[in-house]
Structure formats: structure tokens, C-alpha cells
């Protein structure tokens, strides 16, 4: 039943226009990935949750923006591929690539040895974990155990949600109060939320939150939290492969270096990229 909720969902996001724009190769060439390991000949899907800058986000006139948006264009460049976007919630992004919806997540998805077992991961990046409250706030928050027994609020289904209540599990053992979590759909929501006065505070990514200081609707008490590796997840080990190539080709030309100063975001440490992790059926 979730299950089918979910693929209802996403099928009504298409038919509502979730289906972001299609961008045809910059020049006629040949597609370097074969038809048989696409859904479509010639080309990429892949759902996107464009509520996260400078990571993924809207424009003021409707466009897709951010390091994923481009990093992919770039990518599909090199691979003579059309690059099709598919704007979702988070949710039905994982089933949804399991059934075979479409060939890519590209939303920041954080690598775990689980998620390695489902599909064929490619750290891009790395992201760490911040703590906020509107800049008016009078908390003083030093480290994450200020946070015992604060209402805090968090996007749901994602890694900041896992890894904070695990550490708030952790906290909880050494004798602290809960953290009341209310979960939230995106940080927009939760912003919403904080300035409704139903949250003392909140946590996001550092983009985002870094985002948020920007534009002056929050104060970032904690930053570089927990950090870990985020990816561009595939259901086929063909086009992990070639999108791992084609990175590599854009770290030596200097186009992923040169988007990562354009959006501010943080580098995958070392010099190569590949698939991390066995992939599905693996062990």
C-alpha cells in the first residue's frame, strides 16, 4: 500500500509538470552510453528535489539552478546524453529508482553502506550537518547535547534526520532529555515553522543553512557537523561507470572545480572519482 502511494505520487508530480526541463546536447555526437543501459535511448533521467541551495533550487523565473543542476548538465555533455530532470519530493525517490522510474537520483544523496547494497553510488561531494535558529534567537547552543529537550525542526527522510536522532538516541543513553524533533518536507517549511514560533531551532546541511544566513532568515549556531560523502545513485553500473568517467574528465579540463567556487560547496576529498560500494546483488 505505501508502496503504491508512493508511485501515485510521483506520477501525479509528472502530470502536474514535475517533469523539469529536457536539455539537448550542446553538440550532435553520438551517445557514449548504450541504449540498453537507459530507460530512454540517448537519455538521462533523473529526479531532483530542487529545494536545497545552493545545491539544488528554483530560480525567480521557474529554472533549475545549483552544482547538482550544472554538474549534471556538464556530465551529460561529455557523454552525449539528454539531460532530463525529474522534480520530486525526497520520499519516492529511492522505491522509485528500485522500480526502475528513472536512471539517476541527483539530489545530494548521502553514501551509507546500505544505500551501497541498492545501487550503484558515486560520491561527487562532500556535506556536513548545521544547527540553526532564526538570527533573533537567544539560545546559546555550543555543541549538539544543547540541544536535549529543545523543539527541533528537520527535513524528513533524510541523512541530517538518521544521523541526528542517532546521536540523539546516544544523548538520550547518557541520561539527557529528548530532542522533540518535527519533521518537514523542505527548509523552506521549516524556516516557515521557526518563524511561526513552533521550533527553537533546526538543522539542515551547511549549504542550505550557509544558504539561509545569506539571506538573513537564520543564524548558524553549529556547522561541519558529522560529515560525510554525497552522491549521484544509478540502478545501472553501465552509466555509474560513465558518469565516474566523464567527472574525471571534467576535474582534469577544471569545470568541477570551477563550479564547486561558483556555488561554495565543499570537494570530494581525493583526486578520482568511482563507484563506491558493491552495488545491488552485491556483497
Known amino acids: 500500500m505505501l508502496m503504491r502511494r508512493l508511485f501515485a505520487g510521483l506520477a501525479g508530480a509528472l502530470l502536474l509538470g514535475g517533469v523539469a526541463q529536457a536539455q539537448a546536447p550542446a553538440a550532435a555526437c553520438a551517445p557514449r552510453v548504450p541504449a540498453a543501459n537507459l530507460l530512454e535511448a540517448g537519455k538521462w533521467q533523473m529526479s531532483i528535489n530542487p529545494t536545497l541551495p545552493p545545491q539544488q533550487f528554483v530560480d525567480r523565473s521557474g529554472e533549475l539552478q545549483g552544482l547538482n543542476v550544472e ?3 556538464a556530465v551529460a555533455q561529455k557523454l552525449c546524453l539528454e539531460p532530463v530532470f525529474l522534480r520530486m519530493d525526497f520520499p519516492p525517490m529511492v522505491p522509485g529508482l528500485r522500480a526502475n522510474r528513472f536512471d539517476t537520483i541527483n539530489t545530494g544523496l548521502f553514501w551509507t553502506e ?8 558515486v560520491p561527487h561531494a562532500q556535506q556536513a550537518i548545521s544547527v540553526y535558529t532564526l538570527p533573533t534567537s537567544t539560545l546559546t547552543i555550543t555543541r549538539f547535547d544543547d540541544l536535549a529537550g529543545r523543539v527541533v525542526g528537520i527535513e524528513s527522510a533524510t541523512y541530517q534526520e538518521r544521523k541526528s536522532r542517532e546521536v540523539n538516541a546516544e544523548m538520550v543513553a547518557r541520561g539527557l532529555k529528548p530532542i522533540d524533533f518535527r519533521t518537514f518536507s523542505t527548509a523552506s517549511e521549516t524556516v516557515a515553522a521557526l518563524r511561526a514560533g513552533q521550533l527553537e531551532a533546526a538543522v539542515n546541511i551547511d549549504e542550505t543553512a550557509n544558504d539561509l544566513v545569506q539571506k538573513k532568515v537564520a543564524k548558524i549556531h553549529l556547522s561541519g557537523l ?3 560523502d554525497i552522491t549521484f545513485a544509478f540502478r545501472d553500473r553501465v552509466m555509474a561507470q560513465a558518469f565516474a568517467d566523464a567527472l574525471n574528465a571534467l576535474k582534469a579540463d577544471g569545470t568541477y572545480d570551477r563550479l564547486f567556487d561558483k ?21
Open 226 to 228: 558529522f560529515g560525510t
Open 114 to 121: 546500505e544505500r551501497s547494497r541498492l545501487f550503484y553510488m
Open 71 to 73: 554538474l549534471a548538465r
Open 263 to 283: 556555488f561554495g560547496m565543499t570537494r570530494l576529498a581525493g583526486s578520482s572519482f568511482a563507484i563506491r560500494g558493491p552495488g545491488p546483488g552485491g556483497s
